[in-house]
């Protein structure tokens, strides 16, 4: 990567990678996009363009007038907003992912699309997810992912666009709030924990997701794109894994250093019904093997360094 484009630069990945890309292959190198402009320090600290991603006009002009060869392709309607609203969702996630692989052809660019662990279904092996098994999902967004995974194959197989992505677990970060997804939840914890030393929980107790933390999910990305791609046989897309528990579990690790804290449920019948869908955790093994992928942080590292940063912030304290 030496020229970089980021769609959906705005939204709980797309803020921090963009700082991070900039900060290995330099400001000028890596262009912000994203629907709107907000007041945000990634906007102002380097180059910015709006970009509507159903706009394909619009994006091969930005990436011709760039020079851009890496396309990070992060714009989307996640889970919960998609159930809501599944026409945006499908429009969004795919017509936009329709044009980057187009403008990746033509240009000459290599693209990065995640993918995530709502392409599963309730037909999946739910312990030890593979690799490769069978993708039945019960949400747009998922079905969008699926649909996303083999698109960005056939570009590979058909055209030759380089193209790789990883199926994200639950993101977790204390930089910015999510976006609408089924593990929001394992981010407002820590929230409400400093806050108010309560949190009424929307996921049932023993619903068991895959988690990440956001310095192991950037990692990823720039991992892997670096990556030796005669080495990769998967491209699209890869399991990774860091962290799987449920709200008890997590609640506990708090508990540790808030022992106030209070956990109760108010189960969201359509969120709960999203997340019985999800593996437990899956098999990364092949991330392992063919891009040494490894995560840094687990459950208690991360929960550490969440409430550490979050009170830096002002985010409520320990009491």
């Known amino acids: 990567m030496k020229r970089i484009m980021v769609t959906g630069a705005l939204g709980q990945i797309g803020s921090e ?10 400001v000028d190198n890596v262009l912000c996009t994203n629907i709107d402009r907000q007041e945000m320090d990634v906007v102002n600290q380097g180059p910015f363009e709006i970009l509507d991603v159903k706009d394909g006009k619009r994006m091969s002009e930005l990436v011709r007038n760039n020079k851009i060869d890496t396309i990070i392709h992060l714009a989307a309607i996640l889970s919960g907003v998609g159930e809501k609203n599944p026409k945006l969702a499908w429009e969004v996630n795919m017509y936009g992912l329709y044009n980057v692989l187009e403008v990746a052809r033509e240009e000459k660019c290599a693209v990065f699309t995640p993918s995530s662990i709502a392409a599963f279904g309730d037909t999946t092996p739910f ?21 996303g995974e083999n698109l960005s194959d056939y570009y590979h197989m058909k055209y030759g666009v380089d193209t790789r992505g990883v199926r994200y677990p639950g993101i977790i970060s204390h930089t910015t709030l999510p976006g609408g997804g089924t593990t929001d939840y394992a981010v407002h914890i ?35 794109m670096e990556a030796d791609g ?4 998967h491209r699209n897309a890869f399991n990774i894994s860091a962290m799987s528990f ?24 359509v969120l709960q019904k999203i997340a019985m869908s999800w593996p437990n955790k899956m098999d990364d093994s092949a991330a392992r093997e063919e891009w040494n992928w490894k995560p840094t942080y687990d459950l208690d590292k991360m929960t ?8 830096k912030r002002g985010i409520g304290s320990i009491k």
Not at 17 to 26: A, E, F, S, V
Not at 230 to 233: D, F, G, H, V, Y
């Open 230 to 233: 005669s080495k990769l046989k």
């Open 17 to 26: 990678l963009t700082q991070n890309l900039r900060k290995i292959y330099g």
């Open 304 to 311: 550490r360094d969440m409430l550490m940063n979050l009170q």
């Open 190 to 224: 820590y929230y409400e924990a400093l806050k108010t030393g309560k949190f009424s929980c929307p996921i049932a107790k023993g619903t068991f997701m895959d988690m990440m933390y956001m310095p192991d999910a950037l990692d990823a990305i720039v991992q892997l």
């Open 246 to 269: 449920d709200p008890e579990i997590i609640a506990a690790e708090i508990k540790k250093h808030i022992p106030k804290f209070e956990m109760t449920y108010d189960v969201n019948e």
């Open 127 to 147: 312990d030890n997810t593979p690799q490769d098994t069978i993708q039945r999902p019960s949400t747009m967004y998922g079905v969008t992912k699926v649909a």
